[in-house]
Protein backbone atom coordinates (compact mmCIF):
# COMPACT_ATOMS: atom_id res chain seq x y z
CA UNK A 1 0.00 0.00 0.00
CA UNK A 2 2.51 2.65 -0.89
CA UNK A 3 1.12 5.77 -1.01
CA UNK A 4 3.10 9.08 -2.96
CA UNK A 5 0.73 11.68 -1.05
CA UNK A 6 1.08 15.95 -1.70
CA UNK A 7 -0.90 18.26 0.23
CA UNK A 8 -1.03 22.40 0.86
CA UNK A 9 -3.61 23.97 2.88
CA UNK A 10 -4.08 28.06 4.00
CA UNK A 11 -5.75 29.51 6.98
CA UNK A 12 -6.95 33.22 7.90
CA UNK A 13 -9.11 33.30 11.37
CA UNK A 14 -10.35 36.36 13.90
CA UNK A 15 -11.19 36.65 16.82
CA UNK A 16 -12.54 40.10 18.55
CA UNK A 17 -12.87 40.12 22.47
CA UNK A 18 -14.71 42.91 24.73
CA UNK A 19 -14.83 42.72 28.32
CA UNK A 20 -14.80 44.50 31.76
CA UNK A 21 -15.73 44.39 34.98
CA UNK A 22 -18.57 45.87 37.26
CA UNK A 23 -20.02 45.73 41.57
CA UNK A 24 -16.91 46.00 42.69
CA UNK A 25 -15.10 44.29 40.39
CA UNK A 26 -16.73 40.72 42.07
CA UNK A 27 -18.63 40.33 38.34
CA UNK A 28 -16.06 39.92 34.92
CA UNK A 29 -17.49 39.62 31.85
CA UNK A 30 -16.67 39.13 27.82
CA UNK A 31 -18.23 38.29 24.96
CA UNK A 32 -16.71 38.74 21.74
CA UNK A 33 -17.08 36.55 17.84
CA UNK A 34 -14.65 34.53 15.65
CA UNK A 35 -13.81 34.31 11.99
CA UNK A 36 -12.28 30.83 10.10
CA UNK A 37 -11.55 30.70 6.68
CA UNK A 38 -9.57 27.65 5.30
CA UNK A 39 -8.90 26.13 1.94
CA UNK A 40 -7.13 22.21 1.81
CA UNK A 41 -5.78 20.33 -1.02
CA UNK A 42 -4.91 16.87 -1.10
CA UNK A 43 -3.22 14.80 -3.98
CA UNK A 44 -2.40 10.68 -3.65
CA UNK A 45 -1.43 8.45 -5.33
CA UNK A 46 -1.58 4.75 -3.83
CA UNK A 47 0.15 1.80 -5.50
CA UNK A 48 -1.04 -1.51 -5.29
CA UNK A 49 1.65 -4.03 -6.45
CA UNK A 50 -1.00 -7.25 -5.85
CA UNK A 51 -3.21 -6.07 -9.20
CA UNK A 52 -0.37 -5.66 -11.18
CA UNK A 53 0.05 -7.22 -14.74
CA UNK A 54 1.78 -6.73 -17.74
CA UNK A 55 0.55 -3.61 -18.60
CA UNK A 56 2.46 -1.96 -15.03
CA UNK A 57 1.12 -1.59 -12.01
CA UNK A 58 -2.11 0.08 -11.10
CA UNK A 59 -2.52 2.82 -8.44
CA UNK A 60 -5.52 4.78 -7.79
CA UNK A 61 -5.51 8.52 -7.22
CA UNK A 62 -7.57 10.45 -4.66
CA UNK A 63 -8.31 14.06 -5.05
CA UNK A 64 -9.90 16.20 -2.87
CA UNK A 65 -10.42 19.99 -1.54
CA UNK A 66 -12.33 21.45 0.92
CA UNK A 67 -13.27 25.23 1.41
CA UNK A 68 -14.52 26.05 5.10
CA UNK A 69 -16.10 29.02 6.73
CA UNK A 70 -17.28 29.47 10.34
CA UNK A 71 -18.12 32.19 12.44
CA UNK A 72 -18.97 32.24 16.32
CA UNK A 73 -20.54 34.87 19.11
CA UNK A 74 -19.72 34.51 22.40
CA UNK A 75 -20.18 35.43 26.52
CA UNK A 76 -19.19 34.64 29.54
CA UNK A 77 -19.22 35.72 33.07
CA UNK A 78 -17.22 35.01 36.58
CA UNK A 79 -19.33 36.12 39.90
CA UNK A 80 -17.90 36.30 42.92
CA UNK A 81 -21.16 36.17 44.92
CA UNK A 82 -19.65 35.65 48.13
CA UNK A 83 -16.46 35.74 49.73
CA UNK A 84 -15.84 31.66 48.99
CA UNK A 85 -17.89 31.07 46.00
CA UNK A 86 -17.25 31.73 42.40
CA UNK A 87 -19.81 31.29 39.68
CA UNK A 88 -18.50 31.33 35.84
CA UNK A 89 -20.58 30.35 32.84
CA UNK A 90 -20.36 30.91 29.00
CA UNK A 91 -22.67 30.48 26.06
CA UNK A 92 -21.51 29.83 21.81
CA UNK A 93 -23.20 29.86 19.06
CA UNK A 94 -20.80 27.42 16.34
CA UNK A 95 -21.15 27.83 12.46
CA UNK A 96 -19.45 25.90 10.07
CA UNK A 97 -19.55 25.60 6.52
CA UNK A 98 -17.60 22.89 4.26
CA UNK A 99 -17.33 22.57 0.83
CA UNK A 100 -16.07 19.16 -0.31
CA UNK A 101 -14.93 18.08 -4.01
CA UNK A 102 -13.56 14.59 -4.53
CA UNK A 103 -12.45 12.80 -7.19
CA UNK A 104 -11.39 8.88 -7.70
CA UNK A 105 -9.59 6.79 -10.57
CA UNK A 106 -7.29 3.85 -11.76
CA UNK A 107 -4.47 4.46 -13.81
CA UNK A 108 -1.54 2.84 -15.18
CA UNK A 109 1.84 4.32 -15.76
CA UNK A 110 0.59 7.29 -15.85
CA UNK A 111 -2.84 6.73 -17.79
CA UNK A 112 -5.81 7.07 -17.29
CA UNK A 113 -7.85 3.19 -17.33
CA UNK A 114 -11.06 3.78 -20.28
CA UNK A 115 -13.95 4.85 -18.33
CA UNK A 116 -13.05 4.88 -15.01
CA UNK A 117 -13.40 7.59 -12.42
CA UNK A 118 -15.89 8.45 -9.99
CA UNK A 119 -16.99 12.29 -9.19
CA UNK A 120 -20.06 13.37 -7.42
CA UNK A 121 -19.20 16.92 -7.94
CA UNK A 122 -18.98 19.47 -5.08
CA UNK A 123 -21.04 18.99 -1.85
CA UNK A 124 -21.76 21.70 0.51
CA UNK A 125 -23.18 21.02 4.27
CA UNK A 126 -23.41 23.28 7.42
CA UNK A 127 -23.28 22.24 11.14
CA UNK A 128 -24.10 24.99 13.76
CA UNK A 129 -25.12 24.12 17.32
CA UNK A 130 -24.92 26.07 20.31
CA UNK A 131 -22.37 25.10 23.37
CA UNK A 132 -21.94 26.17 26.93
CA UNK A 133 -20.39 25.92 30.10
CA UNK A 134 -21.46 26.31 33.72
CA UNK A 135 -19.04 25.85 36.93
CA UNK A 136 -19.21 26.71 41.10
CA UNK A 137 -15.86 26.85 42.50
CA UNK A 138 -15.67 26.97 46.37
CA UNK A 139 -11.94 28.26 48.39
CA UNK A 140 -11.33 26.87 51.50
CA UNK A 141 -8.44 29.37 50.93
CA UNK A 142 -6.18 30.72 48.49
CA UNK A 143 -4.38 27.57 48.82
CA UNK A 144 -7.70 24.81 48.46
CA UNK A 145 -10.39 24.93 46.76
CA UNK A 146 -13.05 22.27 44.83
CA UNK A 147 -14.95 22.93 41.89
CA UNK A 148 -18.38 21.38 39.74
CA UNK A 149 -18.67 22.01 36.12
CA UNK A 150 -20.62 21.23 33.05
CA UNK A 151 -20.16 21.56 29.56
CA UNK A 152 -22.19 20.53 26.68
CA UNK A 153 -19.87 20.33 23.74
CA UNK A 154 -19.78 20.35 20.03
CA UNK A 155 -17.13 19.27 17.34
CA UNK A 156 -17.99 19.76 13.58
CA UNK A 157 -18.89 16.87 10.79
CA UNK A 158 -17.15 15.63 7.31
CA UNK A 159 -17.00 14.57 4.39
CA UNK A 160 -15.35 11.22 3.61
CA UNK A 161 -12.96 10.93 1.04
CA UNK A 162 -13.62 6.96 0.07
CA UNK A 163 -17.33 7.00 -1.01
CA UNK A 164 -18.87 8.02 -4.24
CA UNK A 165 -21.60 10.42 -2.95
CA UNK A 166 -21.52 9.06 0.67
CA UNK A 167 -23.87 11.63 3.22
CA UNK A 168 -21.44 13.70 5.59
CA UNK A 169 -20.59 12.24 8.90
CA UNK A 170 -22.95 14.14 11.48
CA UNK A 171 -21.53 16.39 14.34
CA UNK A 172 -20.19 14.87 17.68
CA UNK A 173 -22.20 16.39 20.60
CA UNK A 174 -20.94 16.01 24.11
CA UNK A 175 -22.18 16.78 28.26
CA UNK A 176 -19.46 16.56 30.26
CA UNK A 177 -19.49 16.20 34.10
CA UNK A 178 -16.65 17.18 36.07
CA UNK A 179 -15.52 17.79 40.29
CA UNK A 180 -12.23 18.57 40.79
CA UNK A 181 -10.36 19.40 44.18
CA UNK A 182 -7.26 21.41 43.96
CA UNK A 183 -4.64 22.16 46.88
CA UNK A 184 -1.57 22.74 48.50
CA UNK A 185 -0.09 22.46 51.37
CA UNK A 186 3.20 22.70 53.60
CA UNK A 187 4.38 26.36 52.29
CA UNK A 188 3.93 24.59 48.72
CA UNK A 189 6.19 22.08 49.40
CA UNK A 190 3.52 19.39 48.61
CA UNK A 191 0.27 20.14 46.19
CA UNK A 192 -2.39 17.78 44.54
CA UNK A 193 -5.17 18.11 42.06
CA UNK A 194 -7.78 15.80 41.30
CA UNK A 195 -11.11 15.28 39.38
CA UNK A 196 -13.90 13.01 38.79
CA UNK A 197 -15.44 13.10 35.28
CA UNK A 198 -18.37 11.63 33.23
CA UNK A 199 -18.79 12.07 29.29
CA UNK A 200 -21.90 11.04 27.05
CA UNK A 201 -21.25 11.73 23.72
CA UNK A 202 -23.86 11.24 20.84
CA UNK A 203 -22.51 10.66 17.16
CA UNK A 204 -19.73 9.88 18.45
CA UNK A 205 -16.74 10.20 15.80
CA UNK A 206 -14.55 6.94 15.21
CA UNK A 207 -11.44 7.29 12.69
CA UNK A 208 -11.26 3.60 11.12
CA UNK A 209 -9.42 2.06 7.94
CA UNK A 210 -11.81 1.24 5.02
CA UNK A 211 -11.06 -2.06 3.24
CA UNK A 212 -12.79 -2.22 0.14
CA UNK A 213 -12.46 -5.03 -2.78
CA UNK A 214 -10.11 -3.48 -5.53
CA UNK A 215 -8.63 -0.57 -3.94
CA UNK A 216 -6.38 0.24 -0.86
CA UNK A 217 -6.91 1.07 2.74
CA UNK A 218 -8.17 4.38 3.18
CA UNK A 219 -9.05 6.22 6.48
CA UNK A 220 -12.97 7.36 7.62
CA UNK A 221 -15.16 9.22 9.94
CA UNK A 222 -18.16 6.99 11.41
CA UNK A 223 -20.63 7.75 13.77
CA UNK A 224 -21.45 5.76 16.66
CA UNK A 225 -25.07 6.84 18.04
CA UNK A 226 -23.81 6.88 21.70
CA UNK A 227 -21.04 6.56 23.79
CA UNK A 228 -19.80 7.50 27.45
CA UNK A 229 -16.43 7.70 29.38
CA UNK A 230 -15.45 7.69 33.12
CA UNK A 231 -12.82 8.19 35.00
CA UNK A 232 -10.34 9.96 37.32
CA UNK A 233 -6.98 11.83 37.05
CA UNK A 234 -4.89 12.91 39.82
CA UNK A 235 -1.06 14.45 40.23
CA UNK A 236 0.87 15.11 42.94
CA UNK A 237 4.17 17.44 43.51
CA UNK A 238 6.59 16.56 46.42
CA UNK A 239 9.01 19.28 47.40
CA UNK A 240 10.77 17.63 50.38
CA UNK A 241 11.42 19.52 53.46
CA UNK A 242 14.91 20.39 53.97
CA UNK A 243 14.60 19.51 58.08
CA UNK A 244 13.76 16.10 56.85
CA UNK A 245 16.50 15.63 54.74
CA UNK A 246 19.98 16.43 54.10
CA UNK A 247 20.21 19.98 52.55
CA UNK A 248 21.89 18.94 49.42
CA UNK A 249 18.92 17.03 48.75
CA UNK A 250 16.98 20.32 49.07
CA UNK A 251 16.55 20.89 45.35
CA UNK A 252 14.60 17.24 45.36
CA UNK A 253 11.13 17.33 42.89
CA UNK A 254 9.29 14.49 42.78
CA UNK A 255 6.19 14.60 40.71
CA UNK A 256 3.40 11.85 39.16
CA UNK A 257 0.36 11.91 37.19
CA UNK A 258 -2.06 8.68 37.58
CA UNK A 259 -5.17 8.84 35.14
CA UNK A 260 -8.02 5.63 35.43
CA UNK A 261 -10.45 5.48 32.35
CA UNK A 262 -13.91 3.15 31.80
CA UNK A 263 -15.05 4.15 27.80
CA UNK A 264 -17.71 1.81 26.55
CA UNK A 265 -19.55 2.11 22.94
CA UNK A 266 -23.28 2.13 23.84
CA UNK A 267 -24.30 1.83 20.46
CA UNK A 268 -22.44 1.79 17.25
CA UNK A 269 -23.05 -1.06 14.33
CA UNK A 270 -20.91 -0.95 10.79
CA UNK A 271 -21.91 -2.94 8.42
CA UNK A 272 -18.63 -4.43 6.43
CA UNK A 273 -18.19 -5.80 3.34
CA UNK A 274 -17.24 -9.82 3.92
CA UNK A 275 -15.37 -11.25 0.67
CA UNK A 276 -16.08 -15.25 -0.22
CA UNK A 277 -15.20 -17.53 -3.36
CA UNK A 278 -18.88 -16.41 -4.50
CA UNK A 279 -18.78 -12.87 -4.75
CA UNK A 280 -19.07 -11.51 -1.14
CA UNK A 281 -22.01 -9.85 1.11
CA UNK A 282 -22.76 -6.85 3.87
CA UNK A 283 -22.29 -8.26 7.28
CA UNK A 284 -23.99 -5.91 10.17
CA UNK A 285 -21.46 -5.91 13.23
CA UNK A 286 -22.24 -4.85 16.43
CA UNK A 287 -19.41 -2.59 18.45
CA UNK A 288 -21.98 -1.61 21.78
CA UNK A 289 -20.11 -3.23 24.91
CA UNK A 290 -16.57 -2.68 23.47
CA UNK A 291 -13.71 0.28 24.63
CA UNK A 292 -13.00 3.15 22.36
CA UNK A 293 -10.12 2.89 20.65
CA UNK A 294 -7.02 4.37 22.54
CA UNK A 295 -8.30 4.78 25.82
CA UNK A 296 -6.37 2.38 28.40
CA UNK A 297 -7.92 1.85 31.42
CA UNK A 298 -4.46 3.15 33.68
CA UNK A 299 -2.00 5.74 33.08
CA UNK A 300 0.65 6.90 35.19
CA UNK A 301 3.57 9.33 34.13
CA UNK A 302 6.26 10.03 36.76
CA UNK A 303 9.31 12.52 37.31
CA UNK A 304 12.45 12.58 39.50
CA UNK A 305 14.51 16.02 39.23
CA UNK A 306 17.50 17.13 41.83
CA UNK A 307 19.07 20.28 41.04
CA UNK A 308 22.35 20.34 42.75
CA UNK A 309 24.11 23.39 42.97
CA UNK A 310 27.63 23.15 42.70
CA UNK A 311 28.22 26.71 43.82
CA UNK A 312 30.40 28.22 41.38
CA UNK A 313 31.24 25.70 38.92
CA UNK A 314 27.36 25.67 38.63
CA UNK A 315 24.51 23.58 38.38
CA UNK A 316 23.35 20.09 37.57
CA UNK A 317 20.49 18.55 37.11
CA UNK A 318 19.79 14.54 36.81
CA UNK A 319 16.11 14.26 35.68
CA UNK A 320 13.96 10.60 35.26
CA UNK A 321 10.95 10.43 33.50
CA UNK A 322 8.62 7.19 33.64
CA UNK A 323 5.35 6.47 31.26
CA UNK A 324 3.52 3.54 32.02
CA UNK A 325 -0.08 2.54 30.34
CA UNK A 326 -2.23 -0.72 30.15
CA UNK A 327 -3.52 -2.31 27.16
CA UNK A 328 -4.42 0.02 24.31
CA UNK A 329 -6.79 -0.82 21.40
CA UNK A 330 -6.48 1.05 17.98
CA UNK A 331 -10.16 -0.16 16.51
CA UNK A 332 -13.79 -0.73 17.52
CA UNK A 333 -13.25 -4.66 17.92
CA UNK A 334 -11.18 -4.51 20.76
CA UNK A 335 -8.02 -5.18 18.71
CA UNK A 336 -8.91 -8.29 17.41
CA UNK A 337 -9.96 -6.53 14.10
CA UNK A 338 -12.41 -7.96 11.10
CA UNK A 339 -14.27 -11.37 11.99
CA UNK A 340 -15.05 -14.28 9.21
CA UNK A 341 -18.08 -15.01 7.91
CA UNK A 342 -19.74 -16.45 11.43
CA UNK A 343 -18.79 -13.40 12.71
CA UNK A 344 -15.80 -15.34 14.78
CA UNK A 345 -12.69 -13.01 15.25
CA UNK A 346 -9.72 -15.27 14.12
CA UNK A 347 -6.48 -12.84 14.94
CA UNK A 348 -4.88 -13.07 18.06
CA UNK A 349 -5.14 -11.24 20.97
CA UNK A 350 -4.01 -7.43 20.33
CA UNK A 351 -3.86 -7.74 16.48
CA UNK A 352 -5.14 -4.01 16.49
CA UNK A 353 -4.05 -3.63 19.50
CA UNK A 354 -0.95 -3.19 22.11
CA UNK A 355 -0.45 -4.30 25.19
CA UNK A 356 0.90 -2.55 28.64
CA UNK A 357 4.49 -1.44 28.40
CA UNK A 358 6.44 1.17 30.23
CA UNK A 359 9.09 3.76 28.99
CA UNK A 360 12.05 5.21 30.98
CA UNK A 361 13.56 8.28 29.89
CA UNK A 362 16.64 9.95 31.20
CA UNK A 363 18.29 13.54 31.15
CA UNK A 364 21.31 15.44 32.62
CA UNK A 365 21.66 18.89 32.43
CA UNK A 366 24.49 21.40 33.19
CA UNK A 367 24.28 25.01 33.39
CA UNK A 368 26.70 28.05 34.12
CA UNK A 369 26.45 29.82 37.36
CA UNK A 370 25.11 32.88 35.08
CA UNK A 371 22.51 30.82 33.76
CA UNK A 372 23.79 32.40 30.53
CA UNK A 373 24.44 28.68 28.64
CA UNK A 374 23.51 25.09 29.50
CA UNK A 375 23.89 21.83 28.03
CA UNK A 376 21.45 18.82 27.79
CA UNK A 377 22.05 15.02 27.36
CA UNK A 378 19.02 13.16 27.04
CA UNK A 379 18.17 9.20 26.21
CA UNK A 380 14.35 8.40 25.39
CA UNK A 381 12.96 5.09 25.57
CA UNK A 382 16.45 3.45 27.27
CA UNK A 383 15.77 0.17 27.60
CA UNK A 384 14.64 0.21 23.65
CA UNK A 385 10.97 -0.97 24.81
CA UNK A 386 9.28 -2.09 21.11
CA UNK A 387 5.44 -1.09 21.02
CA UNK A 388 2.53 -0.25 19.21
CA UNK A 389 1.30 3.34 18.36
CA UNK A 390 -1.40 2.09 15.62
CA UNK A 391 -2.30 -0.63 13.31
CA UNK A 392 -5.21 -1.55 11.80
CA UNK A 393 -6.85 -4.87 9.82
CA UNK A 394 -7.08 -4.73 5.83
CA UNK A 395 -8.63 -8.10 5.65
CA UNK A 396 -12.22 -8.71 4.19
Known amino acids: FESITSDSAWQFSEDIKVSGEILDSTLRWSFGGWFLMEQMKFHQNQLIPAFSSGAGIPSFVRIWSQDTYG ?156 AQVYGSEMQLTLMPLQDLLPEEFSGLRLQAQMGWLSSQFLEFTQEVRIQTESGGFLKVVNYA ?66 PGYALHNLQLLYRLPSGMAEVRIWGRNITDTRYKDYAFDATM
Not at 96 to 123: Q, S
Not at 174 to 196: K, P, Q, Y
Not at 309 to 333: A, C, S
Open 71 to 226: FAAWGEFAWDFLDDFTLEGGIRYNWEEKTFDYVRYVEVDGEVLPGDGERPGPRTNVWASPTGTLQLKYRFSDLMAVYWKYTHGFKTGYFNANEVAEPPIESEKIDAIEVGFRGSWLDGLFSMTADFFYYRYKDYQVFVFSDEVGQGPTLQVLNAPR
Open 289 to 354: GNKLPNSPDFTISATAEWEVDLGNWGVLVPRYDLQWTTDVYFDPTDGRGNSNVYGVQYNPEYTVGQ
